[in-house]
């Protein structure tokens, strides 16, 4: 495995409670990454693995601004080359403390922004707070600014009421140069699987394998990106480990990888979700809805199955 990437989950907590959310983020949720922690992974894989960029998101990383610094003055050190951030502007209440704050994380080493921007966030964070973080973010002059929204079909005539108040939100931003818009669709996992009942339902179960999350890339193989959160989990999807960076070292988690050892990886490989959807029957699962793709599918028989395989199926709260 050669890793390029590295995004710290640097929290989960987060002033939002976003319907989409693959994490089940929110105010509730409690602990962030040690300082120490962070310094040792990007260490060990800098030293063992071509690292190209670093991305920090959660949850909320704003909630923890002065720890954000100090994670991203460690990767300017080290040299990594791309040092990200992904947050939703809740911060921004005015333009001063917009170009304040994202001054102090380019003088730390950030390079690039992502701002979250739709109607799942708007439920939570006035669009004022983002015009001024878009604005700062022009402003203060980073290499990349993305404003990423998410809708829940491709469909330019939807009319559920998420896809509705995005295309809302959007039109109330100013478009400016040297910022890219993108437009995703949710994973229906975490929260978001409950957002399944807006879209139509496959007429069948979903054969055929599945990719890795856009921002992993690679494959289940050799997977180009890590996530690791707070608790140390190291992971290529959202709820699904293949080690704990805490409890041993990053390069031995990474080293000791093996696909087909792996009890769910190694069937969603082979099979797709539909192999652990007949484990999950063989166990006592009983099939209650339909599945909007092959990621709702997968999430909605990992849950089951967690009480099996809750060593791999974790972190616990995304469940």
């Known amino acids: 495995m050669q890793v390029k990437s590295i995004d710290f989950l640097l ?14 983020a929110g105010p509730e949720r409690i602990g962030y990454m040690k300082l120490k922690d962070a310094k040792r992974y990007l260490k060990e894989l800098k030293d063992a693995h071509p690292i190209q960029s ?24 080290l040299e ?10 809740y911060w921004a209440k005015t333009k001063a403390i ?11 080493g950030l390079t690039r922004i992502t701002l979250s921007v739709d109607g799942f966030h708007q439920e939570y964070i006035p669009v004022q707070n983002v015009k001024n973080s878009v604005e700062a973010a022009v402003n203060v002059g980073f290499e ?10 491709s469909n330019s005539d939807s009319d559920n009421p998420y896809d509705i108040s995005t295309k809302k939100v959007l039109e109330n931003l100013d478009i400016l140069d040297n910022v890219e818009f993108s437009e995703y669709q949710p994973r229906f996992v975490g929260r978001a699987a409950e957002l399944a009942k807006y879209v139509k339902p496959k007429a069948e179960v979903l054969n055929g394998k599945c990719q890795l999350p856009f921002w992993i890339g690679g494959d289940l193989r050799n997977p180009e990106t890590i996530e690791i959160d707070f608790e140390g989990n190291v992971m290529l999807c959202p709820g699904i480990s293949i080690g704990n960076a805490r409890k041993q070292s990053l390069t031995q988690v990474l080293h000791n990888y093996d696909l087909l050892e792996h009890p769910i990886l190694s069937v969603i490989e082979k099979e797709g979700p539909i192999g652990l959807l007949r484990i999950a029957t063989r166990k006592g699962f009983k099939q209650k809805q339909k599945y909007v793709d092959k990621c709702h599918l997968c999430y909605i028989t990992r849950r089951f199955l ?14």
């Open 80 to 89: 990594i080359p791309r040092r990200g951030v992904i947050t939703n502007s």
């Open 98 to 108: 917009a170009k304040r704050k994202l001054a102090e994380l380019k003088k730390a």
């Open 11 to 24: 929290t989960f907590k987060c002033p939002a409670k976003c319907k989409h959310c693959s994490y089940k």
């Open 306 to 319: 967690r009480r099996y395989y809750a060593q791999y199926l974790t972190p616990a709260d995304c469940y």
């Open 144 to 153: 990349k600014i993305w404003v990423d929204s998410y809708f829940l079909t």
């Open 54 to 77: 670093l991305t920090v998101h959660g949850g909320e990383p704003f909630l923890y601004f002065e720890r954000l610094k100090q994670i991203f003055r460690e990767a300017k050190k």
